[in-house]
């Protein structure tokens, strides 16, 4: 488990409705304030869109950590809001559509964000929630999380969650959480490998910020071309995902992050990064 440390209170949050706000030191926070469950409606799924998009383009925004209020990590979808629309001409399929295909875009955008994102998880992550969760790069959540993929219990399986969980956790763990709808505890989330570590609640913004701030010392080119490099080769056979991270190494080796640090490291001083 990382140090655990204090930190001072982060500057002050820019509070716009349905996500709190706030940047310091290279970390951006986002924290979900859609009560009581923190569901995805379309507004806020188009805020956290919105918001991760302008992170992509901030060079002050290092590592992006994405929090929640209340006692609900997410819900996921907002079924109140999709079933209002059964009374759409088309029976809602239109507004189903863009429901799904936003909250894919926003997963994607998590995969290809050229920067860190850590979940925080404190309470229950459900259904997209979940797919959130496996989304982010890292994932800690407190000792009394829980996580589930529910909708076989109400007819609609966790079709789009499923790929997320799919790729973090175990295959039968995925497909065990997909099929019975069951709640998993936080012990067994990381046993699946939906989460890193699990601290007591009174910790886990002081061990989120310890392994944020660790992630932001880093060089912001050598994290972008880190991450990449490694949702890429993960799809490959082995022997052409050796062939490609050989390539990676290559033009990472001739960057002047690179030339930077190793120079740094052999010269026993701290590294002056410029992202280039």
């Given at each position: 488990?990382?140090?655990?440390?204090?930190?001072?209170?982060?500057?002050?949050?820019?509070?716009?409705?349905?996500?709190?706000?706030?940047?310091?030191?290279?970390?951006?926070?986002?924290?979900?304030?859609?009560?009581?469950?923190?569901?995805?409606?379309?507004?806020?799924?188009?805020?956290?869109?919105?918001?991760?998009?302008?992170?992509?383009?901030?060079?002050?925004?290092?590592?992006?950590?994405?929090?929640?209020?209340?006692?609900?990590?997410?819900?996921?979808?907002?079924?109140k809001?999709?079933?209002?629309?059964?009374?759409?001409?088309?029976?809602?399929?239109?507004?189903?559509?863009?429901?799904?295909?936003?909250?894919?875009?926003?997963?994607?955008?998590?995969?290809?964000?050229?920067?860190?994102?850590?979940?925080?998880?404190?309470?229950?992550?459900?259904?997209?929630?979940?797919?959130?969760?496996?989304?982010?790069d890292?994932?800690?959540?407190?000792?009394?999380?829980?996580?589930?993929?529910?909708?076989?219990?109400?007819?609609?399986?966790?079709?789009?969650?499923?790929?997320?969980?799919?790729?973090?956790?175990?295959?039968?763990?995925?497909?065990?959480?997909?099929?019975?709808?069951?709640?998993?505890?936080?012990?067994?989330?990381?046993?699946?490998?939906?989460v890193?570590?699990?601290?007591p609640?009174?910790?886990?913004?002081?061990?989120?910020?310890?392994?944020?701030?660790?992630?932001?010392?880093?060089?912001?080119?050598?994290?972008?071309?880190?991450?990449?490099?490694?949702?890429?080769?993960?799809?490959?056979?082995?022997?052409?995902?050796?062939d490609?991270?050989?390539?990676?190494?290559?033009?990472?080796?001739?960057?002047?992050?690179a030339?930077?640090?190793?120079?740094?490291?052999?010269?026993?001083?701290?590294?002056?990064?410029?992202?280039?």
């Amino acid at each position: 488990m990382a140090d655990i440390v204090s930190f001072p209170d982060a500057a002050r949050a820019e509070e716009g409705g349905l996500l709190i706000r706030s940047l310091r030191d290279g970390v951006l926070r986002l924290v979900l304030s859609n009560p009581p469950a923190n569901v995805f409606s379309i507004a806020l799924l188009e805020a956290l869109m919105g918001e991760l998009e302008t992170a992509e383009a901030e060079p002050d925004v290092r590592v992006v950590v994405i929090a929640s209020t209340g006692d609900v990590f997410s819900a996921g979808h907002d079924l109140k809001e999709l079933t209002t629309h059964r009374a759409d001409e088309d029976q809602g399929a239109d507004f189903f559509e863009k429901t799904f295909r936003l909250a894919a875009d926003l997963m994607l955008k998590i995969a290809h964000l050229p920067k860190p994102v850590i979940a925080e998880i404190d309470g229950l992550a459900t259904a997209a929630g979940c797919q959130l969760v496996a989304s982010c790069d890292l994932a800690i959540c407190t000792d009394s999380s829980t996580f589930c993929t529910p909708g076989v219990n109400i007819g609609l399986f966790c079709s789009t969650p499923m790929v997320a969980v799919s790729r973090a956790a175990h295959r039968k763990q995925a497909m065990e959480m997909l099929l019975t709808g069951e709640t998993i505890d936080a012990s067994t989330a990381k046993d699946f490998g939906l989460v890193n570590r699990i601290v007591p609640k009174q910790y886990l913004a002081q061990v989120v910020s310890k392994y944020a701030a660790v992630i932001a010392s880093k060089s912001p080119l050598t994290l972008k071309i880190g991450k990449e490099a490694f949702n890429r080769q993960l799809e490959l056979p082995v022997e052409a995902a050796y062939d490609y991270t050989a390539r990676v190494m290559v033009e990472n080796m001739l960057t002047q992050d690179a030339q930077e640090g190793i120079g740094a490291f052999l010269g026993k001083r701290k590294p002056d990064w410029k992202g280039e």
